[in-house]
């Protein structure tokens, strides 16, 4: 067959394909395309035109070694090369290196041009061109007939042939493999081929049901003490410890199981965890205003059994764990647990068991969110240094608390004064702060005046009793007094005073309008100093109560007092050492039994005085507080 009739063949086949469906093209598989199809159709898009590709339509493979070059088809059918050429974007291709890149795999580039579509005629361009880095001598293949007719005849030949598909099919994936990674749309395809899918219910059917926390107080219901017995017994029993005769002796005078029983007095007794565990059938049937676990050896576990029936139970409004040395840290864990979680207690007395480093956190956590518990005491409990700074931080939050005692804790001057002080400026609701016996001194009055200049309202009380003070620190006290308007009691027992330091606080004293009570037993005063406390009482038209024993107060001193007690009508209570001091003269010893029994005549007199005042105050509040009287009242009144 000679190359007239090859291109006449070529070009009946092109001629059946246009008298087809217009919007039908070649299908091709192009060496650089995006997706790889299946076996039998797919798409290929290129612009706004979509080309349906299936191998078993392919007309022609090329570019099968660098030799063979596909003849131009649009030139044999007698059309112009003005077709579309499909530009290499992320779109389209894969493979967007430099073109020298390309050519450098030993393949032939090819170029895909698809002429524009028509009402009339649909041309689809394949030129095959070799990169100019690999191109023969220029024009070769293109002046060379024979070259031209080979390549031709290779095409046709080709065509349909299920195996050069296969091949071409072939290495059209490998090379997209090899060269780029898979683009984001195969690896969904990839996602969706493992079959793994979530859903999720209707709203309606998330929750299936619900179950109702149980009762703490189911077995609480028409109780009986025989019933509270046997169960205390079969727990025992069961945990095999023997029972607490003080435990039952109390159960049997059990009298309203309606209502929290007064005390349940454990004082003393060892309770170990069986002990602490067989208690739970005693606490889930009966109530008590009062718990005392004092000095029952508790260890961590015990304790953190006890104060997690407690709290679920709501056991007790006031609970004593004091002198119990091994509660540990799970103890205090489970305690700070009780406290902030129980909205009945209200009384925590731990007197005598350390409060360590690493048990602090826990309590201080439990007191920042205000808890119900309005009493703490904190006595000989280690606080100095960091437990007490975590305490105080936590308190400056807290709007329950009323009474806080830290006895004992031999609290310093610089630090701990400093944390008190700083309390003192920020918490308003605190009205007893007990401070005795600890290591103040002057230095750390000065913190504590600073705070309490700032306590207009909230703290009434203040405990100074035995802590290194002299007459130095009486300056910032004298300072701080006026300041103050809620202080009513000032002890300052027991601390080196002296009578220097009563003048300094006189002054302090009679420009405060607050303080009814103050304490100054045991200040090393004098006569001197007695004057001074009597010039302070003659001028307060509020002062109750004054506590001036162990001191050095004479015949002078006691003069002073009585004189002042004439013109006072407000102090009902003088305390003064009851056996005269020894004087140099005899007769002094009966001066001052007589000065004494004068003070107390004095005071007796204020005391029916207020009697009648507040009786009277008394009156007037109930005649105000009623309707009407009505005229057979007032005739009985008459009568009277």
């Keep these: 067959m000679d190359s007239e009739e090859k291109e006449l063949e070529l070009s009946n086949v092109k001629a059946e394909k246009n008298n087809g469906d217009p919007t039908d093209c070649a299908e091709i598989i192009p060496r650089n395309s995006q997706q790889v199809m299946d076996a039998d159709v797919g798409k290929l898009t290129v612009g706004a035109q979509v080309v349906d590709i299936a191998a078993h339509e392919v007309e022609g493979v090329c570019g099968r070694g660098e030799d063979q070059r596909l003849g131009d088809m649009g030139e044999m059918n007698g059309n112009d090369k003005t077709g579309v050429q499909v530009p290499h974007s992320a779109d389209t291709a894969l493979d967007n290196g430099p073109k020298d890149e390309q050519a450098g795999d030993g393949e032939s580039g090819l170029e895909l041009h698809i002429s524009s579509v028509d009402d009339t005629n649909t041309g689809v361009d394949f030129t095959l061109e070799k990169t100019p880095a690999l191109?023969?001598?220029?024009?070769?293949?293109?002046?060379?007939?024979?070259?031209?007719?080979?390549?031709?005849?290779?095409?046709?030949?080709?065509?349909?042939?299920?195996?050069?598909?296969?091949?071409?099919?072939?290495?059209?994936?490998?090379?997209?493999?090899?060269?780029?990674?898979?683009?984001?749309?195969?690896?969904?395809?990839?996602?969706?081929?493992?079959?793994?899918?979530?859903?999720?219910?209707?709203?309606?059917?998330?929750?299936?049901?619900?179950?109702?926390?149980?009762?703490?107080?189911?077995?609480?219901?028409?109780?009986?003490?025989?019933?509270?017995?046997?169960?205390?017994?079969?727990?025992?029993?069961?945990l095999n410890c023997k029972p607490i005769p003080k435990v039952l002796k109390q159960i049997q005078e059990f009298k309203e199981l309606t209502q929290r029983i007064d005390c349940l007095d454990l004082k003393g007794e060892k309770l170990d965890y069986k002990a602490c565990e067989a208690l739970e059938e005693v606490f889930k049937r009966v109530q008590f205003k009062v718990v005392d676990l004092e000095q029952t050896n508790l260890d961590e576990d015990g304790a953190s059994a006890l104060f997690d029936m407690i709290e679920y139970y709501e056991s007790a409004t006031h609970l004593n764990i004091s002198f119990n040395k091994h509660i540990g840290t799970r103890g205090w864990q489970a305690a700070a647990h009780m406290m902030r979680k129980t909205s009945c207690l209200q009384y925590l007395n731990a007197r005598n068991t350390p409060l360590l480093d690493h048990s602090a956190p826990f309590v201080a956590r439990a007191l920042r969110i205000s808890s119900s518990l309005a009493v703490l005491h904190l006595e000989n409990a280690s606080l100095s240094g960091r437990p007490l700074m975590l305490l105080a931080t936590a308190l400056k939050m807290n709007m329950n608390l009323r009474e806080l005692y830290l006895a004992d804790n031999k609290l310093n001057g610089l630090q701990d004064s400093a944390q008190l002080g700083n309390?003192?400026?920020?918490?308003?609701?605190?009205?007893?702060?007990?401070?005795?016996?600890?290591?103040?001194?002057?230095?750390?009055?000065?913190?504590?005046?600073?705070?309490?200049?700032?306590?207009?309202?909230?703290?009434?009380?203040?405990?100074?009793?035995?802590?290194?003070?002299?007459?130095?620190?009486?300056?910032?006290?004298?300072?701080?007094?006026?300041?103050?308007?809620?202080?009513?009691?000032?002890?300052?027992?027991?601390?080196?005073?002296?009578?220097?330091?009563?003048?300094?606080?006189?002054?302090?004293?009679i420009g405060n309008r607050s303080v009814l009570r103050l304490g100054l037993a045991s200040t090393k005063l004098s006569c001197e100093g007695a004057v001074a406390v009597a010039e302070f009482i003659a001028e307060s038209p509020r002062l109750l109560r004054l506590d001036l024993r162990e001191n050095e107060i004479k015949t002078g001193g006691l003069m002073a007092l009585s004189l002042a007690l004439k013109v006072n009508t407000s102090l009902l209570r003088l305390d003064l050492d009851r056996e005269p001091k020894r004087e140099t003269v005899k007769s002094f010893i009966e001066t001052q039994r007589a000065l004494l029994a004068e003070i107390q005549n004095g005071c007796k007199r204020n005391f029916v005085l207020a009697k009648e005042k507040e009786e009277t105050e008394q009156k007037m509040r109930h005649s105000a507080s009623m309707p009407e009287i009505t005229p057979e009242e007032d005739e009985e009144e008459a009568e009277e």
């Excluded at 025989?226 to 205390?232: H, V």
């Excluded at 000065?446 to 802590?467: D, P």
């Excluded at 701080?480 to 027992?493: F, H, R, V, Y």
């Design 423 to 509: 309390l003192l400026k920020f918490n308003y609701y605190i009205q007893i702060l007990d401070l005795r016996n600890n290591h103040i001194m002057d230095s750390g009055l000065a913190y504590l005046c600073e705070g309490l200049k700032e306590q207009r309202k909230g703290l009434v009380t203040l405990v100074l009793w035995n802590n290194q003070l002299t007459h130095n620190g009486m300056t910032y006290l004298a300072a701080a007094l006026p300041c103050t308007q809620s202080l009513e009691t000032l002890n300052l027992g027991h601390n080196s005073v002296g009578n220097e330091g009563v003048h300094k606080l006189k002054d302090g004293l």
């Design 135 to 238: 191109n023969d001598e220029p024009g070769a293949s293109a002046g060379n007939p024979a070259v031209r007719d080979s390549s031709e005849s290779g095409c046709l030949a080709s065509v349909g042939d299920p195996a050069v598909i296969s091949e071409a099919k072939e290495a059209v994936t490998l090379k997209e493999h090899a060269t780029l990674p898979s683009s984001p749309l195969h690896q969904n395809d990839k996602l969706k081929a493992g079959g793994k899918r979530v859903t999720f219910p209707c709203d309606e059917d998330i929750v299936s049901g619900a179950v109702e926390p149980k009762d703490p107080w189911r077995h609480a219901q028409n109780v009986t003490v025989d019933e509270i017995i046997t169960a205390y017994r079969q727990a025992c029993q069961k």
